[in-house]
């Protein structure tokens, strides 16, 4: 049983660019939540998808934006980039309602 | 201020000793997960407190909730290497549950001395 997956693992981005990270959510999971990891803090809830919509957000600006698909996976878009966006990308998958959320091995995106 | 706190940001402890870290929440937890990170890398879900005094354990790992406290404590029994990493302390702060989105501490570095 595949577990949370998410891609890419590493990618490097210039400021003003666009970047989009996917995740595949652990099988039987049908809620979807993004969050951000700086180096040295813990993680920050961006928002989170469930049917296909965004079903809550975190303090983060407009420029963070995603999309689940009909399968469930899901994309986090991030429009022109900052350097402060460099950090660890963790998606994590749930049953909505139920406890246990599982996270993927995460994204790190650098921003030059 | 910060929602959550972990205590120590870090720990040193020689192998096969006992440890505690302490999360305290500044907010009312209708939950509280434990996770454990190794550097760079994605977290591993430990365990979940719901009710207060809720207590659970996973082989060497105990973590209990005090409700009235609103605080959790992560106790390590007999320490190992494969222990160490990143002890991340992530709070339920709504009704919805964890489905609203979890606040995370900073972290409790552990490191093992063999």
């Known amino acids: 049983d595949a577990g949370v997956t998410q891609s890419p693992t590493h990618l490097i981005k210039t400021r003003g660019q666009q970047v989009t990270l996917r995740c595949s959510p652990k099988?039987?999971?049908?809620?979807v939540s993004w969050y951000q990891q700086a180096l040295g803090q813990g993680p920050q809830f961006i928002f989170q998808y469930y049917e296909e919509e965004e079903r809550q957000r975190g303090n983060f600006p407009d420029r963070f934006s995603g999309h689940q698909f009909p399968n469930y996976s899901s994309e986090l878009n991030v429009n022109a980039l900052l350097l402060g966006d460099s950090a660890l990308y963790l998606c994590?998958?749930?049953?909505?309602?139920?406890?246990?959320?599982?996270f993927g091995e995460g994204s790190w995106l650098t921003v030059v | 201020s910060q929602e959550l706190e972990q205590s120590p940001q870090s720990l040193i402890v020689q192998e096969g000793k006992n440890l505690t870290i302490n999360c305290t929440s500044s907010k009312t937890l209708y939950g509280l997960y434990w996770y454990k990170q190794k550097y760079g890398e994605g977290l591993i879900f430990l365990m979940m407190?719901?009710?207060?005094?809720e207590e659970k354990s996973h082989e060497k790992i105990t973590a209990k909730l005090d409700e009235k406290k609103q605080q959790s404590s992560l106790h390590i029994t007999a320490s190992q290497p494969s222990h160490a990493g990143i002890y991340l302390c992530g709070a339920v702060h709504s009704g919805g549950g964890g489905a609203d989105g979890l606040t995370f501490g900073k972290g409790t570095h552990l490191i093992i001395q063999p």
């Open positions: 994590a998958s749930s049953v909505l309602m139920e406890d246990t959320i599982y």
């Open positions: 407190l719901q009710k207060g005094g």
């Open positions: 099988s039987g999971h049908d809620t």
